[in-house]
């Protein structure tokens, strides 16, 4: 189903499961990142993707590249002039995340 309002201005209105919503029990423990460029094509609806993994019962971790004060990018991010600032930002993720686990 799709909400009724965007959550924000300049943001797409997302679908969601209707209750009760399926579950990913097989990705339960994994890791997960989505990183959002400023002017990438998916940042008006990355969101709805953290939203449906969390309804699904996962826990995304959601960077958006601008709030680490890497503005610009668009979806492409890996061929882009600043791409190993956008790698440490990946790797810095990575490294967490594997001794959380």
Excluded: F
């Excluded at 953290?50 to 019962?57: I, N, R």
């Excluded at 709030?67 to 490294?95: P, R």
């Amino acid at each position: 189903m799709q909400q009724d309002k965007p959550d924000g201005p300049d943001l797409v209105r997302c679908w969601m499961q209707r209750p009760p919503a399926r579950r990913l029990p097989n990705l339960q423990n994994l890791p997960i990142l989505i990183l959002t460029a400023e002017a990438s094509y998916h940042a008006p609806y990355d969101h709805c993707t953290v939203k449906y993994l969390e309804q699904a019962g996962l826990h995304p971790e959601w960077t958006k590249l601008a709030d680490a004060g890497i503005h610009g990018n668009g979806h492409m991010m890996m061929l882009e002039t600043n791409n190993l600032e956008i790698a440490a930002v990946m790797a810095g993720w990575l490294d967490k995340a594997m001794r959380i686990r």
